[in-house]
C-alpha cells in the first residue's frame, strides 16, 4: 500500500509538471504573437529546401563542399522571416558535425537577425533511420518491421532514430508514415507498415512514442517532434501510382485509414503532414472538411499541419483548382494548412498570403491559429533556449549497440514462405551458387530514403557492411562460395533498367553447385520515380529464375523488393522462398544467419503477396470477393488466390496451439472478453511466434463485414518443449465497423474468433 501511494504521488507530480510546463509554454506562444507583424506571422508559415539558401549557380543547386550563402539567407531568414527549413543540399547525407555548423549558422541569422529571436524548425525525413547523416542507424524500413509483429523492437528503432537525428542538430522527424499499404502497386507501400488497420496503429503508436519519448517529453535533447503522415488515404489511388486520384468512400476512409492517424494523435504527435494527392475529385490540401473539420475539430488536433513538397503550388501548377498561386494559397490555408513546405519559392506565397490578409480572403484569425501551433512546437522543443544540440552529447551515434538493435530487427523481419523437405536450414560446408542482381548491393538492402532520396548513393556510404553475397562469404567461407550476378541493375538508370550480366555463365556455374540461392528483387525507388506498369518481377530476372529451375538444383530464392514483385511463374520451382523486404544495413548479415540456422525466422507477412496482376486482395476482403461455385445454370466463382497470405511465415521449429478459452460466451457492452490460448513449442530448436487474433462478424446491417480482422496481437519466445500462455482482452468496441452514417457502432449477433488453427464462437449482446 505504501509503494502504490508514493506510485500515485509521483505520478500525481509527474503529471502537474507536464501540464505546468504546456501551461507555460502556451503562455509564452500567446505573449510572443502579440509582438509579432503580419509579415512575421507569415514568414513562419513558410518552410525552404536548404539549398535555396546554399552557395551556387542557383536555388535549386548548390556547391560543394556545402556552405551557406550570407545574402540568401539575409533574405530568406531576416528579410522574409522565414520558420522553417528542410532537407539537406544536392541530395546527400552529412556529418552529424557538418549538420551542426550548417544549423548552427541557420539558427544564429533567424535568431540574432530578428526582432523577435524566432528559431528555424528544421525538418528531415528520417524514414528508417537518420536518413541524410552518414554514419547513422539504417534500420529495415516500415514495410520490414511490421514483419517483426514485435512493438518493442519498431519502438526501440524510432527511439534511436531520435537520439541520432538529435545528434544532427535537427529537432524533427517527417515519420513515421501511417499510410495504408494496402495496394502492391504502389511505389511506397514499403514506406508503410502493411495493409491491416490495427497493424499500422499498433506500431504507428510505438513510433510517435520512440521518437517524441512516451511521455511527450520532446525537450528532451534526445526526443524529436515526430510528423506522422500522410492524411489521409495517400496510398490507394485507383491508378496505383503515386499521386493520382483516389476514390474512397467516408465509410472506408473511416474504416480502415482515419484510425492510425486517430490513434497517433492520442498519443501526442506533434505534428502532421497532409495528402499530395486527390480523393473522389478534391486534392486533399484544398478540403476543408478533412483538414478543418475532421482533423482539427473531430479528432482535437491541435499541433502542426504542414504540407508536403510543393503541394499548394499543385494547386494550380497540376490539379487546376485555383488559377494561380495566390488563389492556391487562399484555397489551402484556408483549408487548414498551417506550414507551407514551399521549398523553393518562398517569396511567392509570403507576398501572396499577406496580400490576401490585407483584402480580408484570409482572416488574420486563421493565421494566428497556425503561427499559434507552429510556435508551440517550437516553445516544447526548446528551441529558444536551445536551437541547436552539439554531436560531442550523443556518444551512442552509430554505437555497436544502435547497430545491434538493427540487426535484431532484421532478423526479426525476415519471413519464411516457403520450405519444401526442410531445405533449410543449410548445412555447413555446402557449395553455393550466389547470384541475382540483389546479391551483391548495398543499395538494394536499404532501398530509397537512406543517404539520399532515391538511395542512388548507398555504395557511397555502406560500403563497411556487408551484402548478402558478403555475409555468406563469411558465414561459410569463401571457397564455398560462387557468385556470378546473371542479371544486374543499370546503376545509372531508372529503378527497373537492367541488363543481363553473364547470365549464361550463371546457369552453368549452377551444375557445379549443391544449392543455388538467388538474390532477386528490385533496386531502389521512391514516389513517382518508383510508378510501374507491370507487376510482375521483370522478364530477365523471370528468364534466370526458369533457367536456374531446368538445371534441376535446390533454390533458395531470397525477395529483396519494396512491394510483392509476382513471381507466379516460377515460384513452384523454388525449393524455399524467403522475403527480405528492404532490411537495411544489416540484412545481409541477417540472412545469412537465418540460411545457416544461427537465427530461427519469425517474421510474418504484413501484407497479401499477390499471385497474378489482376487478382489484388487485402486479407480483409469482402465474402464476395472468394465464393465458391454456385448452384444452378452459371458457374460463378471468385476466386481469393493469393501467393501468400497476410500473415504467413515459417519457422524451423513447430508450435502447436490448444483450444480457445474465453471468459464468457455471451460478452456484454461494458465487459471485457478475456481469452488465453497455450502455444507449445513442438520442435527441436527454440523460436519466437507471433500470436495473431482475428475476429469475423457473421453478420452485418447493411455494410458486408469483412471476412476477419486482425485485433490483437502478440509475439512471444519458447523454448523447446516449452508451453506458454498467450491472453487477450477484447472489447466490444474491438469489434465494431463503421456503418453508413460514418458512425462506429458494434451491433448485437455472433462473432468468429480465430488464433492459428483454433476457431471459437461467441455471441455480443448488449
Same mark, same amino acid.
Given at each position: 500500500?505504501?509503494?502504490?501511494?508514493?506510485?500515485?504521488?509521483?505520478?500525481?507530480?509527474?503529471?502537474?509538471?507536464?501540464?505546468?510546463?504546456?501551461?507555460?509554454?502556451?503562455?509564452?506562444?500567446?505573449?510572443?504573437?502579440?509582438?509579432?507583424?503580419?509579415?512575421?506571422?507569415?514568414?513562419?508559415?513558410?518552410?525552404?529546401?536548404?539549398?535555396?539558401?546554399?552557395?551556387?549557380?542557383?536555388?535549386?543547386?548548390?556547391?560543394?563542399?556545402?556552405?551557406?550563402?550570407?545574402?540568401?539567407?539575409?533574405?530568406?531568414?531576416?528579410?522574409?522571416?522565414?520558420?522553417?527549413?528542410?532537407?539537406?543540399?544536392?541530395?546527400?547525407?552529412?556529418?552529424?558535425?557538418?549538420?551542426?555548423?550548417?544549423?548552427?549558422?541557420?539558427?544564429?541569422?533567424?535568431?540574432?537577425?530578428?526582432?523577435?529571436?524566432?528559431?528555424?524548425?528544421?525538418?528531415?525525413?528520417?524514414?528508417?533511420?537518420?536518413?541524410?547523416?552518414?554514419?547513422?542507424?539504417?534500420?529495415?524500413?516500415?514495410?520490414?518491421?511490421?514483419?517483426?509483429?514485435?512493438?518493442?523492437?519498431?519502438?526501440?528503432?524510432?527511439?534511436?532514430?531520435?537520439?541520432?537525428?538529435?545528434?544532427?542538430?535537427?529537432?524533427?522527424?517527417?515519420?513515421?508514415?501511417?499510410?495504408?499499404?494496402?495496394?502492391?502497386?504502389?511505389?511506397?507501400?514499403?514506406?508503410?507498415?502493411?495493409?491491416?488497420?490495427?497493424?499500422?496503429?499498433?506500431?504507428?503508436?510505438?513510433?510517435?512514442?520512440?521518437?517524441?519519448?512516451?511521455?511527450?517529453?520532446?525537450?528532451?535533447?534526445?526526443?524529436?517532434?515526430?510528423?506522422?503522415?500522410?492524411?489521409?488515404?495517400?496510398?490507394?489511388?485507383?491508378?496505383?501510382?503515386?499521386?493520382?486520384?483516389?476514390?474512397?468512400?467516408?465509410?472506408?476512409?473511416?474504416?480502415?485509414?482515419?484510425?492510425?492517424?486517430?490513434?497517433?494523435?492520442?498519443?501526442?504527435?506533434?505534428?502532421?503532414?497532409?495528402?499530395?494527392?486527390?480523393?473522389?475529385?478534391?486534392?486533399?490540401?484544398?478540403?476543408?472538411?478533412?483538414?478543418?473539420?475532421?482533423?482539427?475539430?473531430?479528432?482535437?488536433?491541435?499541433?502542426?499541419?504542414?504540407?508536403?513538397?510543393?503541394?499548394?503550388?499543385?494547386?494550380?501548377?497540376?490539379?487546376?483548382?485555383?488559377?494561380?498561386?495566390?488563389?492556391?494559397?487562399?484555397?489551402?490555408?484556408?483549408?487548414?494548412?498551417?506550414?507551407?513546405?514551399?521549398?523553393?519559392?518562398?517569396?511567392?506565397?509570403?507576398?501572396?498570403?499577406?496580400?490576401?490578409?490585407?483584402?480580408?480572403?484570409?482572416?488574420?484569425?486563421?493565421?494566428?491559429?497556425?503561427?499559434?501551433?507552429?510556435?508551440?512546437?517550437?516553445?516544447?522543443?526548446?528551441?529558444?533556449?536551445?536551437? +541547436?544540440?552539439? /554531436?560531442?552529447?550523443?556518444? =551512442?551515434?552509430?554505437? !555497436?549497440? %544502435? *547497430?545491434?538493435?538493427?540487426? &535484431?530487427?532484421? @532478423?526479426?523481419?525476415?519471413?519464411?514462405?516457403?520450405?519444401?523437405?526442410?531445405?533449410?536450414?543449410?548445412?555447413?560446408?555446402?557449395?553455393?551458387?550466389?547470384?541475382?542482381?540483389?546479391?551483391?548491393?548495398?543499395?538494394?538492402?536499404?532501398?530509397?530514403?537512406?543517404?539520399?532520396?532515391?538511395?542512388?548513393?548507398?555504395?557511397?556510404?555502406?560500403?563497411?557492411?556487408?551484402?548478402?553475397?558478403?555475409?555468406?562469404?563469411?558465414?561459410?567461407?569463401?571457397?564455398?562460395? +560462387?557468385?556470378? /550476378?546473371?542479371?544486374?541493375? =543499370?546503376?545509372?538508370? !531508372?529503378? %527497373? *533498367?537492367?541488363?543481363?550480366? &553473364?547470365?549464361? @555463365?550463371?546457369?552453368?556455374?549452377?551444375?557445379?553447385?549443391?544449392?543455388?540461392?538467388?538474390?532477386?528483387?528490385?533496386?531502389?525507388?521512391?514516389?513517382?520515380?518508383?510508378?510501374?506498369?507491370?507487376?510482375?518481377?521483370?522478364?530477365?530476372?523471370?528468364?534466370?529464375?526458369?533457367?536456374?529451375?531446368?538445371?534441376?538444383?535446390?533454390?533458395?530464392?531470397?525477395?529483396?523488393?519494396?512491394?510483392?514483385?509476382?513471381?507466379?511463374?516460377?515460384?513452384?520451382?523454388?525449393?524455399?522462398?524467403?522475403?527480405?523486404?528492404?532490411?537495411?544495413?544489416?540484412?545481409?548479415?541477417?540472412?545469412?544467419?537465418?540460411?545457416?540456422?544461427?537465427?530461427?525466422?519469425?517474421?510474418?507477412?504484413?501484407?497479401?503477396?499477390?499471385?497474378?496482376?489482376?487478382?489484388?486482395?487485402?486479407?480483409?476482403?469482402?465474402?464476395?470477393?472468394?465464393?465458391?461455385?454456385?448452384?444452378?445454370?452459371?458457374?460463378?466463382?471468385?476466386?481469393?488466390?493469393?501467393?501468400?497470405?497476410?500473415?504467413?511465415?515459417?519457422?524451423?521449429?513447430?508450435?502447436?496451439?490448444?483450444?480457445?478459452?474465453?471468459?464468457?460466451?455471451?460478452?456484454?457492452?461494458?465487459?471485457?472478453?478475456?481469452?488465453?490460448?497455450?502455444?507449445?513449442?513442438?520442435?527441436?530448436?527454440?523460436?519466437?511466434?507471433?500470436?495473431?487474433?482475428?475476429?469475423?462478424?457473421?453478420?452485418?446491417?447493411?455494410?458486408?463485414?469483412?471476412?476477419?480482422?486482425?485485433?490483437?496481437?502478440?509475439?512471444?519466445?519458447?523454448?523447446?518443449?516449452?508451453?506458454?500462455?498467450?491472453?487477450?482482452?477484447?472489447?466490444?468496441?474491438?469489434?465494431?465497423?463503421?456503418?453508413?452514417?460514418?458512425?462506429?457502432?458494434?451491433?448485437?449477433?455472433?462473432?468468429?474468433?480465430?488464433?492459428?488453427?483454433?476457431?471459437?464462437?461467441?455471441?455480443?449482446?448488449?
Amino acid at each position: 500500500m505504501y509503494l502504490r501511494r508514493n506510485l500515485s504521488v509521483l505520478l500525481l507530480l509527474l503529471t502537474g509538471g507536464l501540464t505546468n510546463a504546456q501551461t507555460s509554454n502556451t503562455a509564452k506562444v500567446e505573449s510572443m504573437l502579440k509582438k509579432m507583424t503580419l509579415e512575421e506571422k507569415v514568414g513562419q508559415m513558410a518552410q525552404i529546401t536548404l539549398d535555396v539558401i546554399g552557395k551556387g549557380k542557383d536555388r535549386f543547386t548548390s556547391d560543394e563542399p556545402f556552405s551557406l550563402d550570407e545574402k540568401a539567407m539575409q533574405k530568406a531568414l531576416v528579410q522574409y522571416k522565414l520558420g522553417s527549413v528542410l532537407n539537406t543540399s544536392n541530395n546527400r547525407a552529412r556529418t552529424p558535425q557538418v549538420w551542426y555548423d550548417i544549423i548552427t549558422k541557420i539558427q544564429q541569422s533567424a535568431m540574432k537577425g530578428t526582432k523577435n529571436g524566432i528559431p528555424v524548425l528544421y525538418g528531415i525525413d528520417a524514414i528508417h533511420g537518420e536518413t541524410y547523416t552518414a554514419g547513422a542507424t539504417m534500420f529495415p524500413q516500415q514495410i520490414g518491421q511490421a514483419a517483426t509483429f514485435n512493438r518493442s523492437l519498431v519502438h526501440k528503432g524510432a527511439e534511436i532514430t531520435a537520439y541520432e537525428t538529435r545528434a544532427s542538430s535537427i529537432p524533427w522527424a517527417f515519420s513515421p508514415l501511417l499510410d495504408l499499404g494496402a495496394d502492391p502497386r504502389f511505389p511506397r507501400q514499403w514506406e508503410s507498415f502493411g495493409e491491416d488497420p490495427y497493424l499500422v496503429t499498433q506500431m504507428g503508436i510505438q513510433a510517435v512514442k520512440g521518437l517524441q519519448g512516451d511521455n511527450n517529453d520532446v525537450d528532451n535533447p534526445s526526443h524529436v517532434a515526430a510528423s506522422i503522415k500522410h492524411f489521409l488515404g495517400y496510398q490507394v489511388p485507383v491508378s496505383g501510382k503515386d499521386r493520382t486520384p483516389a476514390f474512397i468512400s467516408d465509410q472506408a476512409l473511416r474504416e480502415y485509414h482515419l484510425p492510425s492517424f486517430q490513434a497517433a494523435i492520442a498519443a501526442g504527435a506533434k505534428t502532421i503532414m497532409i495528402n499530395s494527392g486527390i480523393i473522389n475529385g478534391v486534392p486533399v490540401h484544398a478540403n476543408y472538411n478533412l483538414l478543418t473539420k475532421l482533423l482539427k475539430e473531430e479528432l482535437g488536433f491541435k499541433g502542426l499541419a504542414v504540407t508536403d513538397w510543393g503541394d499548394i503550388e499543385n494547386l494550380y501548377q497540376r490539379d487546376h483548382v485555383a488559377k494561380d498561386n495566390k488563389d492556391a494559397v487562399r484555397i489551402a490555408i484556408n483549408a487548414g494548412i498551417d506550414m507551407s513546405m514551399v521549398a523553393y519559392n518562398y517569396e511567392a506565397f509570403c507576398d501572396d498570403l499577406i496580400a490576401l490578409v490585407k483584402e480580408g480572403k484570409v482572416k488574420e484569425s486563421r493565421i494566428d491559429d497556425a503561427v499559434r501551433r507552429i510556435l508551440l512546437v517550437k516553445y516544447e522543443l526548446n528551441l529558444f533556449n536551445k536551437p +541547436t544540440t552539439n /554531436p560531442k552529447d550523443y556518444p =551512442k551515434f552509430g554505437s !555497436k549497440e %544502435f *547497430e545491434q538493435a538493427s540487426y &535484431q530487427a532484421a @532478423a526479426e523481419s525476415i519471413t519464411l514462405l516457403k520450405n519444401t523437405d526442410q531445405v533449410l536450414p543449410l548445412n555447413k560446408p555446402v557449395k553455393i551458387l550466389v547470384t541475382g542482381p540483389n546479391a551483391n548491393s548495398m543499395r538494394t538492402l536499404n532501398g530509397a530514403w537512406t543517404y539520399s532520396w532515391q538511395g542512388e548513393k548507398v555504395e557511397e556510404f555502406a560500403a563497411k557492411y556487408h551484402t548478402f553475397l558478403k555475409a555468406i562469404e563469411l558465414k561459410t567461407g569463401k571457397q564455398n562460395v +560462387t557468385y556470378v /550476378p546473371g542479371v544486374s541493375y =543499370k546503376m545509372d538508370g !531508372k529503378y %527497373f *533498367e537492367e541488363y543481363a550480366d &553473364q547470365l549464361d @555463365a550463371a546457369i552453368a556455374a549452377a551444375k557445379n553447385a549443391d544449392v543455388v540461392v538467388l538474390c532477386l528483387g528490385e533496386n531502389s525507388y521512391t514516389e513517382s520515380p518508383g510508378n510501374l506498369s507491370d507487376l510482375y518481377l521483370s522478364d530477365l530476372q523471370t528468364e534466370l529464375a526458369q533457367k536456374l529451375a531446368a538445371t534441376g538444383k535446390k533454390i533458395i530464392l531470397v525477395l529483396n523488393e519494396g512491394r510483392p514483385r509476382i513471381i507466379s511463374k516460377f515460384e513452384h520451382k523454388m525449393s524455399a522462398v524467403l522475403q527480405s523486404y528492404l532490411p537495411g544495413n544489416f540484412g545481409g548479415d541477417a540472412i545469412a544467419d537465418i540460411l545457416f540456422g544461427t537465427v530461427n525466422p519469425s517474421g510474418r507477412l504484413p501484407y497479401t503477396y499477390p499471385q497474378f496482376p489482376n487478382a489484388l486482395f487485402t486479407y480483409y476482403h469482402k465474402p464476395s470477393e472468394s465464393r465458391s461455385t454456385t448452384e444452378g445454370v452459371y458457374n460463378y466463382d471468385s476466386d481469393y488466390n493469393p501467393q501468400y497470405i497476410f500473415g504467413q511465415g515459417l519457422s524451423y521449429t513447430t508450435f502447436k496451439y490448444s483450444p480457445l478459452k474465453l471468459s464468457t460466451s455471451t460478452l456484454k457492452k461494458d465487459e471485457i472478453l478475456t481469452v488465453s490460448v497455450e502455444v507449445t513449442n513442438t520442435g527441436t530448436l527454440d523460436g519466437k511466434e507471433s500470436v495473431l487474433l482475428y475476429t469475423s462478424d457473421l453478420v452485418a446491417t447493411l455494410i458486408s463485414p469483412d471476412v476477419k480482422r486482425l485485433r490483437a496481437f502478440d509475439k512471444i519466445e519458447i523454448k523447446t518443449g516449452e508451453t506458454k500462455t498467450v491472453i487477450f482482452k477484447i472489447t466490444a468496441d474491438d469489434l465494431g465497423f463503421i456503418n453508413p452514417e460514418g458512425k462506429k457502432v458494434t451491433e448485437d449477433g455472433d462473432f468468429t474468433l480465430q488464433i492459428a488453427d483454433q476457431k471459437i464462437n461467441f455471441t455480443y449482446n448488449q
